[in-house]
């Protein structure tokens, strides 16, 4: 081979070597510099949201046992026939509600807004109307074509002041009793009189005349009203302790109170109560009552002690007592509250 062909394989060699060191230096820089960069981070994981689910309330058990003496509170009797007892069944007042064992009220937060500008418009008052009657014990007609007419008044609900049987309150008067009330639409409040407790026990008035207990109490619209028991022939220490518990309690501007025998008689006869007269007036000056209703005395009758207007209306059918009384006449009471304002317009029957 000649000197000039051993030449060119030479070089050509050497130009090879070369090359391929190129190509494994550049490699190797590639790498180096792979190596050198910052490797991206795997987003970490994150546990899914943990959900509350919202704690349910659990109602807190009422007491058990019944007070020796029960106050009733917003249920009321009406005059819906309960078969059960013979008697009415209770519901709650029209616009009542009874609060949850251990329900808080909630309470709404408002942005501060401009106070508005005062009104030159009257406040309206709600205005509450019912009627009241008592001593119905010896005519079913006068009683009945009264219970008709009250219907027909736009009243709320009817009071009784009591002595709604007669002959002491036997199992067949309640049942007559019963049978006249039957048909009537209205919510139905009595108190016990004289002769609605038999041997001095109120068994057959508390299962007839839809009362829930001897005495109990409500409120309606601006009055506080607070029935109290007298059938004994007046009212017992325990009974004013009754009253001036719940009359204290009270927090209406208007304060009623209902019995069946009155303390006094503004005409002058002596057929009031045979005890506790002046502890209960003295009880109702003090309590700042606006208003006493009673029965007992068959008429019309009205006159006031202390600042306390007293109330007789008892002529819804027994029989009336002439004598001593002008207004002795076949009547119920027709009652309107507007605000702490109360008239009352006495309606022939």
């Given at each position: 081979?000649?000197?000039?062909?051993r030449?060119?394989?030479?070089?050509?060699?050497?130009l090879?070597?070369?090359?391929s060191?190129?190509?494994?230096?550049?490699?190797?820089?590639?790498?180096?510099?792979?190596?050198?960069?910052?490797q991206?981070?795997s987003?970490?994981?994150?546990?899914?949201?943990?959900?509350?689910?919202?704690?349910?309330?659990?109602?807190?058990a009422?007491?058990?046992?019944?007070p020796t003496?029960?106050?009733?509170?917003?249920?009321?009797?009406?005059?819906?026939?309960?078969?059960?007892?013979?008697?009415?069944?209770?519901?709650?007042?029209?616009g009542?509600?009874?609060?949850?064992?251990?329900?808080?009220?909630?309470?709404?937060?408002?942005?501060?807004?401009?106070?508005?500008?005062?009104?030159?418009?009257?406040?309206?008052?709600?205005e509450l109307?019912?009627?009241?009657?008592?001593?119905?014990h010896?005519?079913?007609k006068?009683?009945?074509?009264?219970?008709?007419?009250?219907?027909?008044?736009?009243?709320?609900f009817?009071?009784?002041?009591?002595?709604l049987?007669?002959?002491?309150?036997?199992?067949?008067?309640?049942?007559?009793?019963?049978?006249?009330?039957?048909?009537?639409?209205?919510?139905?409040?009595?108190?016990?009189?004289?002769?609605?407790?038999?041997?001095?026990?109120?068994?057959?008035?508390?299962?007839?005349?839809?009362?829930?207990?001897?005495?109990?109490?409500f409120?309606?619209?601006?009055?506080?009203?607070?029935f109290?028991?007298?059938?004994?022939?007046?009212?017992?220490?325990?009974e004013?302790?009754?009253l001036?518990?719940?009359?204290?309690?009270?927090?209406?501007?208007?304060?009623?109170?209902?019995?069946?025998?009155?303390?006094?008689?503004?005409?002058?006869?002596?057929?009031?109560?045979?005890?506790?007269?002046?502890k209960?007036?003295?009880?109702?000056?003090?309590m700042?009552?606006?208003?006493?209703?009673?029965?007992?005395?068959?008429?019309?009758v009205?006159?006031?002690?202390?600042?306390?207007e007293?109330?007789i209306?008892?002529?819804?059918?027994?029989?009336?007592?002439?004598?001593?009384?002008?207004?002795?006449?076949?009547?119920?009471?027709?009652?309107?509250?507007?605000?702490?304002?109360?008239?009352?317009?006495?309606?022939?029957?």
């Open positions: 081979m000649s000197k000039r062909k030449q060119k394989r030479s070089t050509s060699q050497i090879f070597w070369l090359l060191l190129i190509i494994v230096i550049s490699m190797i820089i590639s790498l180096i510099i792979v190596a050198l960069e910052p991206p981070q987003a970490p994981t994150v546990p899914p949201p943990t959900i509350t689910p919202f704690p349910t309330r659990t109602p807190t009422a007491p058990t046992g019944e003496e029960p106050v009733v509170g917003p249920e009321l009797p009406t005059a819906t026939p309960n078969p059960s007892s013979g008697g009415f069944k209770p519901v709650a007042a029209a009542a509600r009874l609060a949850d064992a251990g329900e808080q009220p909630a309470r709404a937060v408002q942005s501060p807004a401009a106070e508005p500008a005062p009104s030159t418009a009257p406040t309206e008052v709600a109307r019912f009627a009241v009657a008592g001593d119905t010896n005519s079913s006068v009683y009945r074509r009264l219970l008709e007419t009250v219907a027909r008044d736009n009243v709320e009817l009071i009784h002041t009591g002595d049987v007669y002959d002491k309150g036997t199992e067949a008067q309640w049942q007559k009793f019963q049978t006249l009330m039957a048909d009537f639409p209205l919510p139905f409040y009595p108190v016990p009189g004289n002769h609605d407790g038999l041997g001095g026990k109120l068994d057959g008035y508390l299962a007839y005349s839809g009362a829930p207990a001897a005495h109990y109490s409120d309606q619209g601006s009055a506080h009203f607070a109290a028991d007298s059938h004994n022939g007046g009212v017992t220490a325990a004013l302790d009754w001036r518990d719940n009359l204290g309690a009270a927090s209406q501007p208007l304060k009623i109170v209902v019995l069946h025998h009155p303390p006094f008689d503004p005409d002058g006869t002596d057929h009031v109560m045979a005890f506790g007269n002046n209960f007036m003295r009880l109702m000056a003090e700042d009552v606006d208003y006493v209703f009673t029965g007992h005395i068959h008429a019309y009205r006159g006031q002690r202390d600042g306390v007293y109330v209306s008892g002529g819804a059918g027994s029989i009336l007592y002439r004598s001593g009384h002008p207004l002795a006449v076949n009547h119920y009471l027709r009652v309107t509250v507007r605000g702490q304002d109360l008239t009352v317009e006495m309606v022939e029957v």
